[in-house]
């Protein structure tokens, strides 16, 4: 330390102005004081230049690019005679001349921004395309790192064409960038198809992100991928962390976002075309099979399904990854959606369910009073505190479907669940884990509301159970009746067909006996003498029986 602390100033700056990664840099500056003040004193051109070392030159290139040009682009006006706008912006912005180009501090500042947004982005994108067990460290190589990073800048581009800031138009006000032969002139043209596909790999892993915050009940994959491409990666992050609010986020995003429902999916068979790369053999418009994806494909196979045997790669959950479940498995108003049948569209249920998990629905409506079976069941049933979903998903795990009780007995199906066996350490597919919180929430809270609430165990089933259609639109119906329940109507229905069946078989037994009666008493009478018989006539007819004639 004594050599260290004769060093000059100069040289120990220049030493934390090499550092690569601000851990690091935290690290060296709390190693000796000398260090930690001169991090002090520079401190913003340290963070600086640790960022550029950070991101790498590829990188911070096409980082520059897009930030130079979204501030340059809305000012552009041609002027005849003047370079168009799509050759300055391919060759005054193209990426390799920006390494001589000078960094203002308002770049810096959104450079600052866009990294940390990266390096989220890239956490996620290592967790479900890498690593199922990356937390708060990406597990991405180098190499793959290099590449999202590249990917994602270039997306902040991409974004910026076709975003409501940068709209460009031509003379019948119709944005340009909607056309494939504008999109491939002013952008696709300076890439390579390898880098234009791993371009297209980050757009469609930001569209599925999107997609699973949806409600299971009615999932709308309409035109996301083009709010995706015109909000770019900052909505997505937002989205991200915010599930619920994916609406309020995306809904108000303007741009080109309605013109192709299938968000410019077909762009990257236009550009894998067999014109635009002769030396492929692959057919016209498919992808070549040398392309490779930003993630190397692991030597070993991914782990199976434990219910189904697919092989999802990283996208399989246990108890190790509960922490980062699907979007859509989460406990706000949209958790009731995953009960079974029309059970989720009942609203005594709902209300009862998200009241007992200390969540408010924000979809109940506000001018309709509770009936008063309603607000006695949301007065008895006491919130449980601290309620998570990694609790929830080790008690549905944990749940024996099987009878427990009298009331289960006419309640819960009979037999062991298609999950038998299962357990948290078993790994299941985003398939298999929705069917079996299907299939298991409803039982779970049947028990639960009978051990809670003080007025739905008196309930009576329904005959019809979770299936019932009444539910959805008769409240007094929905709150009657208990319609945590398996439907019981087919058994009912076959103890009444049975019971009509028994009883028209004694009505028919009845009929028979008659007929052989009136038989054997026309041959008594062609037998018996008239004076035997007269005496009987009038009574035998008064009981139903003809004479012969």
């Not at 190589?141 to 902040?156: D, Y």
């Not at 741009?255 to 492929?280: E, M, T």
């Not at 029309?342 to 924000?362: K, P």
């Not at 509301?449 to 007025?455: A, G, L, Q, V, Y």
Request: aromatic share 10%; charged share 30%.
């Amino acid at each position: 330390m004594a050599v260290f602390s004769k060093l000059p100033v100069e040289m120990l700056d220049a030493v934390l102005r090499e550092i690569d990664d601000f851990d690091t840099l935290l690290a060296a500056a709390l190693t000796h004081k000398l260090w930690w003040f001169i991090y002090l004193k520079f401190k913003v051109f340290i963070d600086r230049a640790v960022l550029e070392n950070n991101l790498g030159r590829e990188v911070l290139d096409a980082a520059l690019r897009a930030i130079k040009l979204k501030v340059w682009v809305p000012t552009f006006q041609y002027v005849p005679g003047q370079p168009s706008l799509v050759k300055i912006v391919k060759e005054d912005f193209a990426e390799r001349r920006m390494g001589s180009a000078r960094i203002t501090n308002a770049e810096y500042d959104v450079l600052f921004e866009r990294a940390r947004v990266s390096d989220q982005l890239e956490r996620v994108f290592s967790r479900r395309c890498k690593d199922r067990l990356t937390q708060r460290t990406s597990r991405l190589s180098p190499a793959e790192r290099e590449l999202f990073r590249i990917s994602l800048h270039r997306l902040w581009l991409f974004s910026l064409f076709a975003g409501d800031t940068c709209i460009l138009v031509d003379a019948t006000n119709s944005p340009l960038f909607r056309r494939p032969e504008f999109r491939q002139e002013l952008f696709y043209d300076s890439y390579r198809p390898q880098e234009v596909y791993h371009l297209h790999v980050l757009i469609a892993f930001m569209e599925k992100l999107v997609c699973e915050c949806q409600s299971p009940q009615s999932p709308n994959t309409t035109f996301v991928r083009m709010k995706v491409i015109a909000s770019g990666p900052d909505s997505v992050l937002q989205v991200y962390k915010t599930p619920e609010a994916w609406k309020t986020i995306l809904n108000p995003v303007a741009g080109i976002v309605g013109c192709d429902p299938r968000g410019w999916r077909d762009d990257i068979h236009s550009i894998f075309a067999a014109p635009a790369l002769p030396q492929s053999t692959a057919p016209a418009g498919r992808i070549p099979r040398r392309f490779a994806s930003i993630i190397t494909a692991p030597a070993a196979p991914f782990p199976k399904c434990w219910k189904c045997k697919a092989r999802p790669g990283p996208r399989l959950w246990n108890d190790e990854n509960w922490d980062h479940l699907p979007l859509n498995f989460r406990l706000d108003d949209t958790f009731a959606d995953w009960l079974a049948g029309d059970l989720s569209h009942n609203r005594c249920e709902r209300a009862l369910l998200l009241a007992y998990l200390g969540i408010t629905d924000t979809n109940a409506p506000q001018n309709i009073h509770r009936a008063p079976k309603k607000r006695r069941a949301v007065k008895y049933l006491e919130p449980v505190p601290g309620m998570t979903i990694q609790r929830m998903m080790q008690a549905i795990f944990d749940l024996d479907p099987r009878p427990q009780s009298e009331r289960d007995a006419d309640s819960v199906p009979l037999g062991p669940d298609e999950f038998a066996g299962v357990t948290t350490k078993s790994l299941l597919c985003l398939e298999c884990l929705s069917k079996l919180i299907k299939s298991r929430l409803w039982i779970w809270w049947l028990r639960v509301k009978d051990e809670k609430s003080k007025t739905e165990a008196d309930k009576d089933n329904c005959w019809y159970g979770y299936v019932c259609r009444l539910q959805a639109f008769k409240p007094d119906h929905a709150a009657r009746l208990n319609h945590a329940c398996r439907s019981t109507w087919d058994v009912r229905k076959a103890r009444k067909d049975e019971e009509r069946a028994r009883r028209r078989a004694v009505v028919d037994e009845r009929e028979r006996q008659h007929e052989e009666a009136e038989v054997d008493l026309g041959l008594f009478l062609e037998t018996a003498s008239a004076p035997t018989t007269a005496p009987y006539l009038g009574f035998l007819q008064f009981l139903g029986f003809r004479a012969p004639n």
